[in-house]
């Protein structure tokens, strides 16, 4: 099994930055990816970005594209988003993903995709 924690949410001003990082412990692995998602309340979880393990190939859903940078320290088990120029529309409960195998020049946008899944933190980001 795979553990994954969030942290570094919280509350920022719109225009403002913020970084949420996630790290995995247990049975971790030396391949696939991890990523990102967020949900807005009432809304359903969206994909935000995803980075494969080696950190060579990166995605990012449109409305994050250009202001959020995905990346990650495998010597830590560590994925990092940081988000930069947020509007009050990122605020969500952000959610660290992982999948164990990664195809190259896939993108996996989809929730289905993912083995793992973190708790969750907010953000929120006020106008």
């Known amino acids: 099994q795979v553990q994954l924690v969030e942290s570094g949410g919280g509350l920022v001003q719109a225009g403002g930055s913020l970084r949420v990082s996630c790290t995995a412990s247990?049975?971790?692995?030396?391949?696939?990816?991890m990523g990102w998602f967020r949900q807005a309340p009432g809304k359903e979880r969206k994909f935000v970005a995803v980075?494969?393990?080696?950190?060579?190939?990166?995605y990012y859903a449109d409305s994050v594209k250009g202001r959020f940078t995905i990346s990650r320290d495998n010597a830590k088990n560590t994925v990092y988003l940081q988000m930069n120029v947020l509007k009050p529309e990122d605020t969500a409960v952000y959610y660290c993903?992982?999948?164990?195998?990664?195809?190259?020049?896939?993108?996996?946008?989809?929730?289905?995709?993912?083995?793992?899944w973190g708790q969750g933190t907010q953000v929120t980001v006020s106008s």
């Open positions: 993903t992982a999948r164990r195998t990664y195809l190259s020049g896939t993108f996996y946008y989809r929730s289905g995709h993912y083995d793992y």
């Open positions: 247990g049975s971790t692995f030396r391949s696939g990816a």
């Open positions: 980075i494969s393990w080696s950190g060579s190939t990166t």
